[in-house]
């Protein structure tokens, strides 16, 4: 798979305004409006988690549509049909043929990670309660996509929870059991970073040790901590242009950014909204991201 290509995003067939894929297979949802008690507000878009059919063979999504229901889509079909790529994820099929597997430090016997990001529980004697002994199978570890809500895990990457011996739970990140298994370059006080900008994909191709003052501009600049740039407008790295016309289709204006237009007395939320499609107008103006080249 190559990384190195020029990066195009196009909307799924069928889900416009909601989901896109890239060209590298990497699937992801557009900025939606949510409404609280204190009104409307902009939920980022985000990485959607690649599954996979039949021992890890067949990648698909799950997507919502407008009606909320959720819908299974083959990543090698999306590839096909919005990109004309025939199945870059066949490789990934092909690697996991090779799987490498190492034991993880302080679970060794218990747990074990591989370089393509997945976690193993080890085959085990136990006995049954009528006294007979009797192995426990290993598995593939079920890991989960952490949230706000749980301030053990970094929001939004991949984690998992380990048992020790004493039946000890230590929330892991999936990345970092990588990192120190297959990455080289490890120093003290390293960051493990995602390259590529996807913090769903944990292979060790993937990863990289930084710097934590790399690891943070880097975040900013591939969208994997949107929003913590500390800029908004021009001087955010993470800002897209924003156009403004009138109902007849004339350009008014072209802003820096959502937030720009705010400060002028417009709400950011409605702008993203009419510019992804949600909504005709705001104020009586109609907006979009796809700003026109200068005459």
Request: hydrophobic share 25%; charged share 25%.
């Amino acid at each position: 798979m190559d990384n190195n290509e020029p990066e195009i995003w196009k909307d799924i067939p069928g889900y416009e305004g909601l989901y896109k894929i890239n060209n590298n297979g990497v699937v992801k949802s557009y900025d939606r409006i949510k409404s609280s008690g204190r009104g409307l507000y902009t939920l980022p878009g985000r990485i959607i988690k690649i599954h996979y059919r039949n021992k890890c063979k067949s990648p698909f999504v799950q997507l919502n549509d407008k009606n909320g229901n959720s819908n299974s889509k083959g990543v090698n079909e999306l590839l096909l049909s919005v990109h004309n790529i025939n199945s870059k994820h066949s490789e990934l099929s092909n690697l996991l043929q090779s799987e490498e597997w190492k034991d993880i430090e302080g679970f060794e016997g218990l747990y074990q990670v591989s370089d393509m990001g997945r976690i193993k529980y080890l085959s085990k004697q136990r006995i049954h309660r009528s006294g007979k002994p009797y192995t426990q199978k290993g598995g593939i570890k079920k890991t989960f996509l952490s949230t706000n809500k749980n301030p053990k895990y970094t929001a939004g990457y991949v984690h998992v929870t380990l048992t020790d011996k004493n039946g000890k739970l230590h929330p892991k990140s999936v990345a970092r059991l990588v990192g120190f298994c297959f990455v080289p370059g490890y120093f003290e006080g390293a960051e493990i970073n995602h390259k590529f900008g996807n913090k769903l994909d944990n292979r060790a191709t993937q990863l990289e040790w930084t710097t934590g003052s790399y690891n943070k501009s880097h975040a900013a600049k591939t969208g994997l901590n949107p929003g913590k740039t500390g800029h908004t407008g021009k001087k955010n790295v993470l800002s897209k242009k924003v156009s403004q016309y009138d109902l007849s289709g004339t350009l008014i204006k072209v802003w820096d950014g959502t937030r720009e237009a705010e400060r002028n007395g417009y709400n950011s939320a409605l702008i993203s909204s009419v510019a992804t499609g949600r909504k005709k107008t705001h104020k009586g103006f109609i907006w979009k991201y796809d700003t026109p080249d200068p005459e």
